[in-house]
């Protein structure tokens, strides 16, 4: 069974540039989720994707916005870079229906 | 405003100890809550799910819930240096909202030798 995938592992920006961020889920997973983890809190709920449709969003700017493809992989996109958009970005999948979250290795977005 | 509180710690332990983790969170109509384990610098690690109120053991790890006190707990009986982590509190965001999770910021824990 293969994993939750995640490109790239890190990833420098500067302010205002845009940043398109890569995931694959889990063998027999339909749903990708997307968390924001800053450094010393705990990861952020940003939006699910099911069915190639976001799925319900947390709060979050429009600026940050998502994509699912018919092999359930899914990107992030995030534009007009903050400083605090800087943080790791966690994909996570599941089974439609299900509570349980396996994450991927995480991107590390540094925005200068 | 939905919340899951955890203690920040650190949470000292003696190893071969038994490692407390208390969690509470908000939403009563969250119905499944997870413990994930986070080494630094890596993504979190599912250590246990636990869905109806009582205990489930899993190994050297026990979740506890109270739905009725919102208050979720997990023991690590005899504590190694490599459960040294921060343990992170999920719970998902209430009735209707399956595969979205509400973290706590976290538990860190530090096994002592």
């Known amino acids: 069974e293969t994993g939750v995938t995640q490109s790239p592992t890190h990833l420098i920006k500067t302010r205002g540039q845009q940043v398109t961020l890569r995931c694959s889920s889990q063998?027999?997973?339909?749903?990708v989720s997307w968390y924001q983890q800053a450094l010393g809190q705990g990861p952020q709920f940003i939006f699910q994707y099911y069915r190639e449709e976001e799925n319900g969003r947390g709060n979050f700017p429009p600026r940050f916005s998502g994509l699912q493809f018919p092999n359930y992989s899914s990107e992030l996109n995030v534009n007009a870079l903050e400083l605090d958009d800087s943080a790791l970005y966690l994909c996570?999948?599941?089974?439609?229906?299900?509570?349980?979250?396996?994450f991927g290795p995480g991107t590390r977005l540094t925005v200068l | 405003q939905k919340e899951v509180e955890q203690n920040s710690g650190p949470l000292s332990v003696p190893e071969g100890a038994i490692a407390s983790l208390n969690c509470t969170y908000s939403?009563?109509?969250?119905?499944?809550f997870f413990w994930y384990r986070q080494y630094s610098g890596k993504s979190p690690e599912l250590i246990m799910s636990?869905?109806?109120?009582g205990d489930k053991e899993d190994g050297r790890f026990t979740a506890q819930l109270n739905k009725a006190s919102q208050y979720v707990s997990l023991l690590i009986r005899d504590s190694q240096p490599s459960d040294s982590a921060t343990y992170l509190c999920?719970?998902?965001?209430?009735?209707?909202?399956?595969?979205?999770?509400?973290f706590g910021a976290g538990t860190q824990v530090v096994v002592t030798p």
């Open positions: 999920a719970v998902n965001m209430g009735t209707d909202s399956w595969g979205k999770l509400q």
């Open positions: 939403d009563r109509g969250s119905q499944s």
């Open positions: 636990i869905y109806s109120n």
């Open positions: 063998s027999g997973h339909n749903t």
């Open positions: 996570a999948s599941s089974r439609e229906g299900t509570d349980t979250q396996y």
